[in-house]
């Protein structure tokens, strides 16, 4: 089993910048690939980006030049740095793990403001 704890969450203004976090716990050793979700209201879940544990990494091409994701394998931990954020970039974003995904975390909101 693997646990996922996401965290970085909040209200920014269009423009700002925010950093999420993904801790993992369990048997994280096992995990080879993680994701960022998202979710916004009345929408599907959409993939924001993956990153495998050798570092390839995938992106929505609407958050391209804009999100960097990243994780430390020693620290178990994923991360999303999001610049330039956008009014559409509000949503709850999730942290998966596996492929398909088959651990989540509990979701963290990230509301952009005008």
């Known amino acids: 089993q693997v646990q996922l704890v996401e965290s970085g969450g909040g209200l920014v203004q269009a423009g700002g910048s925010l950093r999420l976090s993904c801790a993992a716990s369990?048997?994280?050793?096992?995990?080879?690939?993680m994701h960022w979700y998202r979710q916004a209201p009345g929408k599907q879940r959409e993939l924001v980006a993956s990153i495998t544990r050798s570092g390839t990494i995938n992106y929505l091409n609407s958050v391209k030049g804009r999100f960097t994701i990243s994780r430390d394998n020693v620290k178990n931990t994923m991360y999303l740095q999001m610049t330039s954020l956008k009014l559409e970039d509000t949503a709850v974003y999730y942290c998966a793990a596996g492929l398909p995904p088959r651990y989540w975390g509990q979701g963290t909101q990230v509301t952009v403001s005008s």
């Open positions: 369990g048997s994280s050793y096992s995990i080879t690939v």
